[in-house]
């Protein structure tokens, strides 16, 4: 619910910033038991979580990073997501738990609205593991994941910068002796206003299906849940 007094607004803010900059950061091993592209994508929660969305008393700017889609072609998501309303998460494929989980809740949310809202609703997934993510791998995941999603994956740098400047944590992948590849990533969801894109409001780890599905319809139309 929207803060009403200015002590609730920065209590809000606070809860947001700590998550965005604390304890946002997950840190996801993927061994030889992770899921592949072609495996089913994790199961919707199941509304059981009371957490909802935190409208941020300071609104992120967008990132500005240009990179490259599923189908190989640049993309300038400033540009491309100019006046509509838009969801950006961070992550990754081979992530075994929170990536499929919070975008099968994402899409599932999303499918509930009417067909001309759908088309309004832009959701996008930017890898956080551009090494292993190339635009076929990612292609190939969203398609399970979340069906109609903009998967975009490039320059590691740059997506780190995006990231940081929204407040969302990633560092590089690396390997463990057992050979299992681990990726650090925040798991916030920022939705950026089509009235002036920016991020409003930003919902942590753990938020359902549910908390998505009975704010989309506002979040389309630039207001905040």
């Given at each position: 619910?929207?803060?009403?007094?200015?002590?609730?607004?920065?209590?809000?803010?606070?809860?947001?910033?700590?998550?965005?900059?604390?304890?946002?950061?997950?840190?996801?091993?993927?061994?030889?038991?992770?899921?592949?592209?072609?495996?089913?994508?994790?199961?919707?929660?199941?509304?059981?979580?009371?957490?909802?969305?935190?409208?941020?008393?300071?609104?992120?700017?967008?990132?500005?990073?240009?990179?490259?889609?599923?189908?190989?072609?640049?993309?300038?998501?400033?540009?491309?997501?100019?006046?509509?309303?838009?969801?950006?998460?961070?992550?990754?494929?081979?992530?075994?738990?929170?990536?499929?989980?919070?975008?099968?809740?994402?899409?599932?949310?999303?499918?509930?609205?009417?067909?001309?809202?759908?088309?309004?609703?832009?959701?996008?997934?930017?890898?956080?593991?551009?090494?292993?993510?190339?635009?076929?791998?990612?292609?190939?995941?969203?398609k399970s994941a979340a069906p109609g999603s903009i998967g975009l994956t490039g320059d590691f740098d740059t997506i780190q910068a995006g990231a940081r400047s929204v407040g969302v944590a990633i560092e590089p992948s690396y390997e463990e002796k057992n050979g299992d590849i681990v990726s650090t990533h925040g798991s916030q969801v920022?939705?950026?206003?089509?009235?002036?894109?920016?991020?409003?409001?930003?919902?942590?780890?753990?938020?359902?299906?549910?908390?998505?599905?009975?704010?989309?319809?506002?979040?389309?139309?630039?207001?905040?849940?």
């Amino acid at each position: 619910m929207r803060p009403t007094t200015a002590s609730t607004r920065r209590a809000g803010l606070a809860l947001a910033l700590a998550a965005a900059l604390a304890v946002g950061a997950t840190a996801c091993g993927s061994g030889t038991g992770a899921k592949s592209a072609d495996s089913p994508a994790a199961e919707v929660s199941d509304g059981s979580s009371g957490k909802q969305g935190v409208v941020l008393d300071r609104p992120f700017e967008k990132p500005d990073m240009i990179l490259t889609d599923t189908d190989g072609e640049e993309f300038d998501l400033i540009e491309e997501t100019k006046g509509k309303p838009t969801l950006i998460y961070f992550g990754y494929t081979n992530c075994p738990d929170v990536c499929p989980l919070t975008m099968s809740n994402i899409a599932f949310a999303k499918s509930q609205l009417p067909e001309a809202d759908q088309d309004k609703l832009q959701v996008v997934f930017v890898t956080s593991d551009p090494e292993r993510d190339t635009p076929k791998e990612l292609g190939k995941w969203l398609k399970s994941a979340a069906p109609g999603s903009i998967g975009l994956t490039g320059d590691f740098d740059t997506i780190q910068a995006g990231a940081r400047s929204v407040g969302v944590a990633i560092e590089p992948s690396y390997e463990e002796k057992n050979g299992d590849i681990v990726s650090t990533h925040g798991s916030q969801v920022l939705f950026f206003s089509p009235k002036d894109d920016r991020a409003h409001v930003l919902y942590t780890e753990g938020v359902t299906a549910e908390t998505f599905e009975k704010d989309f319809p506002k979040l389309i139309k630039g207001e905040n849940p």
